[in-house]
């Protein structure tokens, strides 16, 4: 009895690790500068059938420091073909990102479902907190995630400041070469 019901709970733990769906958004801490415009992957992994019907994005983020773009469908959504529906939110301090598949199927395996576009504003360090929702074809929810991504916004030198720091850097190697 003890081997059967053993048997049974490693077949269940077997049945779960092969539904491991899971999500990223990539990369997942970066460097940008100030008035450049940077993307981010909403990259999905192990997708099982029933598959991936609807996905939902949120992103919340200063305002003060960043400023959503847009976003677009990736490759992992579109890949079995059949249309599919866009929903683009746009407030300041988040974005709300909807994608679903209207086809026959549903989207399974791995890859970007979406590519999410910023603008950074001004120099310092954000976080974007995020939080995707997938939806099989029956509307049951099979993956909640949170989490975040570290975005650093570096200080752009001024043209004067690089020319001073070079001129610093060269006096200092000619006072070296002439104590040698």
Known sequence: MKKVLFAMVLAMAVAASAQALSVALVPSSFTVT???IFTIDVVISDAMAPGVEVLDVLVLFDPALVEAVGASEGSFISAQGGPVMEFLEVLPGSLSYTVTRLGPESS????????????CLAPGITQLGYLVQATDVSGDIILAQDGFVLVQQGIVPEPMTLALIGAALTALGFVARKRS
């Open 108 to 119: 399974t395996g791995s890859g970007t479902a979406a590519t999410l576009t910023f603008h």
């Open 34 to 36: 100030p008035s450049t």
